[in-house]
């Protein structure tokens, strides 16, 4: 899927900004009672997702998603240029991986927000196996793609 | 009032997981690649997401419904079943290949790299074609 590039050990930053993923999570259960999971919020989007709340869900889902997007617009506003980042550039590799974390995520009810973030959160023993079944696969498949060959 | 807090939780959110190095699929596989070139800084991410969610729940759970919605609504499933292992599956492999998971694909849009302009439509479609899978005999015959 490319090559290699080198990243920084970075604890510090990397608590603080999962203390921000937190926190939002909580404000989202506060106001909304609901849990912050990027799949299901997508989801509802589409329409076809009937358990996951109905019309009255959808205005908060939209603008979540609109202030994810917006998010790097804000970090160029606070730090004067966009935030650092090497997607791979193998298209059909992207496109492939895509398809699997959307329909994974899909089927097995959650993602790393979710399942990782939120489920854990409540000490969901659903949540643990999918969040240790993902992360094993990931670390197997990332692991072959740039070993095996 | 509602969007606007929906948009400033989603922002929050997104500005955390650019902080945190999360939103960053190089990082991302580097954090994979256990035994290549490591770099553990994700799972203080996931440590620091979930130890402020763990603790923060509690304290709004305690006001007893939340503050715009008419009451908590947490999943009621419980079960360890096929379709959450096949998904989980699915989706740790596509996260291996890309190194997005969906939040981070979402808040890389309007950097507008080639692969996440291939990546987030073929998620959607994912997500569409996932959901429509749950209702497959295979994944119905038990638990769900």
């Known amino acids: 899927m490319g090559p290699t590039v080198a990243t920084e050990f970075t604890p510090w930053l990397s608590l603080f900004g999962g203390a921000l993923i937190g926190l939002s999570a909580v404000m989202v259960m506060g106001v909304f009672g609901k849990i912050a999971g990027i799949t299901g919020i997508t989801k509802g989007l589409t329409g076809l997702a009937p358990r996951v709340g109905g019309p009255g869900d959808r205005d908060w889902r939209l603008a979540f998603l609109l202030g994810l997007i917006a998010a790097p617009v804000a970090v160029l506003l606070a730090t004067g240029s966009f935030p650092q980042q090497t997607v791979p550039d193998n298209l059909p590799g992207m496109a492939l991986a895509g398809l699997l974390v959307g329909a994974g995520t899909a089927l097995g009810s959650g993602c790393t927000s979710g399942h990782g973030v939120c489920g854990l959160a409540r000490l969901s023993p659903r949540s643990l196996v999918a969040v240790v079944t993902f992360l094993t696969a990931a670390v197997v498949t990332t692991t072959v793609v740039r070993h095996a060959f | ?144």
């Open chain 2, 1 to 144: 009032m509602r969007p606007a807090l929906g948009f400033i939780a989603g922002l929050i959110f997104g500005i955390g997981l650019i902080v945190s190095g999360m939103a960053d699929p190089a990082k991302v596989l580097n954090f994979l690649d256990i035994f290549g070139a490591w770099d553990p800084s994700l799972a203080f991410v996931m440590g620091g997401a979930t130890l402020t969610a763990l603790a923060g729940y509690r304290l709004v759970w305690r006001q007893g419904s939340p503050a715009v919605g008419a009451r908590f609504d947490l999943p009621d499933n419980t079960a360890i079943d096929a379709p959450l292992i096949t998904g989980a599956t699915i989706f740790g492999i596509g996260w291996g290949l890309g190194g997005f998971c969906p939040g981070p694909a979402w808040t890389a849009l309007a950097l507008g790299s080639p692969g996440t302009l291939m990546f987030l439509p073929a998620m959607v479609i994912g997500i569409l074609l996932g959901g429509a899978a749950k209702s497959f005999p295979i994944f119905t015959t038990k638990g769900a």
